[in-house]
């Protein structure tokens, strides 16, 4: 399973505002301190605020915050809502031309692993991934300064 460059970024975003104590933050500090582009962060954040995970307020002393505690923000609840294609072979797709289709052992074999997957992160938060056992290290790489 691969997840997008858009979930990813998404990840990321959530990441550095909770290792930073949701401290108001610019998509601009945010892809500085990823060096990713800016211009695929002004496509991640309108979803996530639209999402109900960020909420953005404009002027002095604004920038981007959680909506809600890290604790409250499953991984796998986002992972959903983020991406927008689970057709992880040409079976499971709407166009499928596939000759083994019929008889084949694969398509419930890749959909009892999608669902694995899902179900790993479904058991993991925000604040599993920023106060784990890393989360010290994690801070303090991403600490705004």
Known sequence: MRLTRFTDYALRVLIYLAANDNQPA???????KFRISRNHLMK????LSQQGYIIGQRGKGGGLRLAMAPEDINLGELVRAMENDWVIAEC???NNQCLLTPACALQPILREALTAFLNVLDGYS???IVNGRRG???????ATS
């Open 136 to 142: 010290e290290r994690l801070a303090g790489i991403l």
């Open 126 to 128: 925000l604040a599993d």
């Open 92 to 94: 499971f797709g709407d």
């Open 26 to 32: 610019t998509i601009a500090q945010i892809a500085t």
């Open 44 to 47: 991640v954040v309108p979803e």
